[in-house]
């Protein structure tokens, strides 16, 4: 396997994502990729919450909760002693890992999921289902 520039990590500070941010260390340590780096995506408010709360208290809470959900995985990276670069983006999960994945150059995603599968996946949608449609390089899906 050539060596990649970088894995690009969606995370959301759940146990599922530690298990995938693990996966991509055990991959950068193994030397199939230099570069680690960690995304949240926040959902983005509705038009009516921003003519009640400005947009710097709007990036705020979205930074803040953004930094809670990559805190753990940066604890891992640390722990293994790599240094990760993380990012938070608002909107679209799948788009914007995707764009980033892009701007990063990276040649890999890789993203935890529960592992919902026929009506309980169908219903609650997929945050994985939507990376995976976006991304123009490979997804590895974690369960």
């Known amino acids: 396997m050539a060596k990649m520039k970088a894995i690009l990590v969606a995370v959301d500070g759940s146990a599922y994502s530690d298990r995938a941010t693990q996966h991509a260390i ?84 890789v993203i935890g999921t529960r592992g919902h599968t026929g009506l309980a996946g169908v219903l609650l949608g997929s945050v994985a289902q939507d990376v995976i449609a976006h991304s123009k390089v490979p997804v590895t899906l974690v369960k």
């Not at 030397?31 to 919450?49: F, K, P, R, T, Y």
């Open 26 to 109: 055990d991959l950068i340590t193994a030397g199939c990729a230099a570069e680690l780096h960690l995304i949240n995506v926040q959902h983005g408010v509705s038009g009516a919450v921003s003519a009640f709360v400005s947009r710097d208290q709007i990036d705020a809470h979205h930074r803040e909760e953004g930094e809670k959900a990559v805190a753990s995985a940066v604890a891992i990276a640390k722990k293994a002693s790599l240094t990760a670069k993380t990012h938070i983006g608002v909107g679209r999960q799948g788009e914007i890992v995707a764009d980033f994945a892009k701007k990063l150059d990276a040649g890999l995603v």
